[in-house]
């Protein structure tokens, strides 16, 4: 993770810290690749020019000595002039130990064949942020006018 994102988390999250490679369960940690698959991921993630970073964070336990209890949020960090990022936090509903990973998914032209919604295919001019575990495997998708379209890819 680039540094000056690092720093830009710790000003925004500073009870989080970045989920390591021990954190996943045994399947998950076996999938891990440092910058394209696993907690740390890099692309550019909005409509502007500059790599974004989104990596998964994990906060103190909620109920003291209970690992479960462990939150996880994704952060994402936008890239900016002069190696300047802006963070932010969304919320899952996942906790510790953590059994999902996060992926780059390249701009394209994807099929989302599990989604109910939508019947043509949903096209990409960014990068998403994309979920996988051994139960499912989806993306949110960014559109130009803010709205974000989810693609389950995988059951």
Same mark, same amino acid.
């Given at each position: ?5 690092l ?8 009870q ?5 490679r ?7 940690? =076996?999938n891990?690749?440092?910058g +394209?698959? %696993? $907690?740390v991921i ?5 409509y *502007?020019?500059?790599?974004? !970073?989104?990596a998964l964070?994990i ?5 003291a000595?209970?690992?479960s209890?462990r939150?996880i949020?994704l =952060?994402?960090?936008?890239g900016g +002039?002069h %190696? $300047? ?6 919320k899952t *509903?996942?906790?510790?130990? !953590? ?11 994807y099929n989302?064949?599990y989604d109910?919604k ?5 096209v ?12 499912a ?9 803010g709205g974000?379209?989810t693609?389950?890819?995988?059951d």
């Open positions: 993770m680039p540094s000056a994102a720093r830009a988390l710790k000003v925004k999250a500073p989080y810290r970045l989920v390591r021990s954190d996943f369960t045994e399947d998950e940690a =076996a891990v690749v440092e +394209v698959s %696993g $907690a890099l692309g550019r993630f909005n *502007d020019a500059f790599v974004d !970073v989104a964070v906060g103190p336990a909620t109920i000595g209970v690992p209890s939150p949020k =952060a994402i960090c936008y +002039v %190696g $300047a990022y802006r963070c932010v936090l969304k *509903d996942r906790s510790f130990p !953590v059994d999902f990973r996060l992926e780059r998914v390249p701009a394209g032209t989302c064949p109910d939508r019947d043509e295919p949903l990409t001019t960014i990068d998403s942020i994309g979920w996988t575990s051994e139960k495997s989806w993306f949110e998708a960014v559109a130009p006018d974000s379209y693609c389950l890819t995988g």
